[in-house]
């Protein structure tokens, strides 16, 4: 069994409030004082979770810089106030650079057995279908 440290445990609160401010800010119409909390938690959350330099290497790699740069990008234009256009940014950005996990992410809720059986609706199907290929991962 790996052994979780002490900042591992803090950077998945971190993470976590940082997803719950992210949720809170777009319920209560893309408030941008919750939105750059969350983004600023998320971040470090991150961070702490999995290491600065394997952060680093994370956003930085060359296939990966143009997501970074939306990511990055839209953080920055909700922090100066533009709360709409940076989420628009940052969810681009977001799907650019996780697209490679989600086939992973996918499978593994089929077998999860309420999340399964909605994946197997018609209608989900075809999008989980779509979003679990493995070819999205080039």
Request: proline share 3%.
């Amino acid at each position: 069994m790996m052994q979780i440290t002490d900042f591992q445990k803090i950077g998945v609160g971190l993470a976590g409030f940082g997803i719950a401010f992210l949720f809170l800010g777009i319920l209560f119409f893309f408030d941008k004082g919750l939105l750059a909390i969350g983004n600023i938690l998320f971040i470090s959350g991150l961070a702490f979770v999995i290491g600065l330099e394997r952060t680093f290497r994370f956003f930085f790699q060359r296939h990966k810089m143009k997501a970074t740069g939306f990511f990055m990008g839209g953080i920055f234009v909700v922090l100066i106030g533009w709360p709409v256009i940076g989420m628009v940014l940052e969810i681009y950005g977001f799907f650019l650079l996780f697209s490679g996990f989600f086939p992973v992410a996918i499978n593994f809720l089929r077998r999860v057995p309420v999340i399964g059986s909605l994946l197997n609706l018609p209608g989900i199907r075809s999008v989980a279908d779509r979003l679990g290929e493995s070819s999205s991962m080039a």
